[in-house]
Nanobody
Framework: EVQLVESGGDLVQPGGSLRLSCAASGFSFRNSAMSWVRQIPGRKREGVALIAPDNIKTYATFVKGRFTISRDNAQKTLSLQMNSLKLEDTAMYYC???????????????WGQGTQVTVSS
């Protein structure tokens, strides 16, 4: 059974940083493209960042230069370092296993339960 368990969401002030983590199990993590997808209330889910099995990374335009996705295949963990957070980054963040390299929520094959990030002063 595929399991993705996120952690690290919190309340943070604008300009602050957070690191999200995702523990994966039940599938071949090292051979899977993985991503972070977020959902702002009232809006569709949107891809944030993707990392392919060969470590090639893709970022949404709105997070380029601020967020960094990484993976540890030995520990089967996916991470998202978020710096310079903005009010508009407030969302539920999901760890996701992808069926390919497209940073598109329609390519997700498995979802985590999500972790809430709230940016507020």
């Amino acid at each position: 059974e595929v399991q993705l368990v996120e952690s690290g969401g919190d309340l943070v002030q604008p300009g602050g940083s957070l690191r999200l983590s995702c523990a994966a199990s039940g599938f071949s993590f090292r051979n899977s493209a993985m991503s972070w997808v977020r959902q702002i209330p009232g809006r569709k889910r949107e891809g944030v960042a993707l990392i392919a099995p060969d470590n090639i990374k893709t970022y949404a335009t709105f997070v380029k230069g601020r967020f960094t996705i990484s993976r540890d295949n030995a520990q089967k963990t996916l991470s998202l370092q978020m710096n310079s957070l903005k009010l508009e980054d407030t969302a539920m963040y999901y760890c996701a296993r992808m069926r390919g390299r497209q940073l598109n929520p329609s390519w997700v094959t498995s979802w985590g339960q999500g972790t809430q990030v709230t940016v507020s002063s």
